[in-house]
């Protein structure tokens, strides 16, 4: 079992930025791709930001240019620092760790953390 938790979540006015960060209870940041997911009310859960256990960086086209995901191995975190926030990006972000195998996958999720964006 790995344990996922998060911070960095609060309120901020547009244009302003907030660090996520998300500590794994094992080191695992070079063996499972991990991943920031947000849910907003009424709407699916998405992938925003997501990096491979080898490094490679994605991200969602409405967070390009805004968002970055990083990791410090040493301390078993991945952060997403968001930058230049915008209201639609209020939502409950997760924190996702997948170990991805021939016979499935496993994921394990963080509690979420809520970021509400608002004049």
């Known amino acids: 079992q790995v344990q996922l938790v998060e911070s960095g979540g609060g309120l901020v006015q547009p244009g302003g930025s907030l660090r996520l960060s998300c500590v794994a209870s094992k080191s695992i940041l070079s063996i499972y791709d991990m991943g920031w997911y947000r849910q907003a009310p009424g709407k699916q859960r998405e992938l925003v930001a997501g990096?491979?256990?080898?490094?490679?960086?994605k991200y969602a086209d409405s967070v390009k240019g805004r968002f970055t995901i990083s990791r410090d191995i040493t301390k078993k975190t991945v952060y997403l620092q968001m930058n230049s926030l915008k209201p639609e990006d209020t939502a409950v972000y997760f924190c996702n760790a997948r170990l991805v195998q021939l016979g499935g996958n496993t994921d394990y999720w963080g509690q979420g953390t809520q970021v509400t964006v608002t004049p």
């Open positions: 990096m491979t256990s080898g490094g490679t960086r």
